[in-house]
């Protein structure tokens, strides 16, 4: 299990990711050709059609700094750097909160469908035998 510092440094990292970034994908899903460009698409491809707005120079250079580090060969690739950091927070939030509640609860997350099916069965368990 990551430590605390650990998990403040990828949340860090994280963070560089936003919801300009992630619509980009949706303004230039019209074709996939240009999946192989090589360079980051200009400001306009980062347009926020649900509030009508474009990244800030500060957001948009972040992107650009982020391509530059990571060495990427292609748009496809940087598309896919983000997919992985989404997957990975999703897969850091379902491990701490299984850890949670097998050591709480002595309950397994993977038994269950959803958030109200833990509920109920943490009242069955905690509050009726009691």
């Known amino acids: 299990m990551p430590t605390e510092r650990q998990l403040l440094q990828r ?6 990711r936003d919801q300009y970034f992630a619509q980009c994908g949706q303004n230039i899903s019209d074709s996939l050709d240009k999946l192989s460009e090589t360079s980051l698409p200009p400001i ?3 347009h926020n059609k649900l509030k ?3 990244p800030s120079e500060a957001e948009y250079g972040h992107a650009v700094n982020i391509w530059k580090e990571k060495q990427f060969a292609s748009f496809g690739e940087y598309m896919m750097y983000y997919c992985r950091s989404d997957v990975e927070l999703l897969l850091q939030g379902t491990a701490n909160y299984r850890s949670l509640l097998m050591t709480k609860n002595n309950m397994e997350l993977l038994n269950y469908v959803s958030v109200a099916q ?3 069965q943490n009242i069955l368990k ?4 009691n």
């Open 11 to 16: 949340e860090k990292a994280i963070t560089l």
């Open 118 to 120: 833990i509920s109920y």
């Open 52 to 54: 009508n707005t474009l």
């Open 126 to 129: 905690n509050y009726l035998n």
């Open 44 to 46: 306009e491809y980062f």
